[in-house]
Every structure is written in structure tokens, then in C-alpha cells.
Nanobody, 122 residues
């Protein structure tokens, strides 16, 4: 019933920007739903990168994206986005959006998107 669908991934050059969205259905992404973005680089484990909790407070979960990545809700769209700036080759990963009513962290995530691949390469 609840589905999260990422899109907007693809190939981008180092230093470039990308803003993939994540559309939700079956669940309204209101303030009481925590939302988050995760990523899984090739050959690595999945890691949380950003979250917004049920108080609309944003947290950066990994230092490597600090100052470069932000996330938010699209007002009126029942969707979220990930704004990625100053992209580096090491940002290459499958990016997942996620939502939960019990926290931002991986063990507590209720709903996952299936991921969108972002490749940063020249």
C-alpha cells in the first residue's frame, strides 16, 4: 500500500549537482513521519546520509556530505527531494529514500524506495 519511488538519478560530472525526487503514495509525508535518504556505494554497505525527524529537524548522518547535500519535502507534492551539490566520484552510489513513523535510522525504517543510481564520473 505504501510506496516510495525515487527518480532523477543518472550520470553527472564531478562538481555537478543533482536533485532526485522521491514520490510517496499510500502515506502522507507529514511532519509526524520521519524521512531520510540512504546510499550504498559499489562494494560498500548502505549508510544513512540525511534525515528529517518528526519535529522537522534535519540531521546530517555522515560527515562526507556535510555542506554539500540537503533534503526536504516538496510542499503539496507528497514527495521529498535530495539536493546534491559539488558531487564527487566517491558519491557514486544507489540512493534510497525512506520513511518511518519510528525514527530516522536504518533499523527503524518502515518504508523504502528501491533506489536510484547516481554515477559521478568525468
Amino acid at each position: 500500500q505504501v510506496h516510495l519511488v525515487e527518480s532523477g538519478g543518472g550520470l553527472v560530472q564531478p562538481g555537478g549537482s543533482l536533485r532526485p525526487p522521491c514520490a510517496a503514495s499510500g502515506l502522507t509525508l507529514d511532519y509526524y513521519v520521519s524521512i531520510a535518504w540512504f546510499r550504498q556505494p559499489p562494494g560498500k554497505e548502505r549508510e544513512g546520509i540525511l534525515c528529517i525527524n518528526d519535529a522537522d529537524q534535519s540531521s546530517v548522518l555522515v560527515d562526507s556530505v556535510k555542506g554539500r547535500f540537503t533534503m526536504g519535502r516538496e510542499n503539496g507534492q507528497n514527495s521529498m527531494f535530495l539536493q546534491m551539490n559539488s558531487l564527487k566520484p566517491e558519491d557514486t552510489a544507489v540512493y534510497y529514500c525512506a520513511a518511518s513513523r519510528r525514527g530516522c535510522y536504518e533499523d527503524g525504517i518502515e518504508y523504502w524506495g528501491k533506489g536510484t543510481l547516481v554515477t559521478v564520473s568525468s
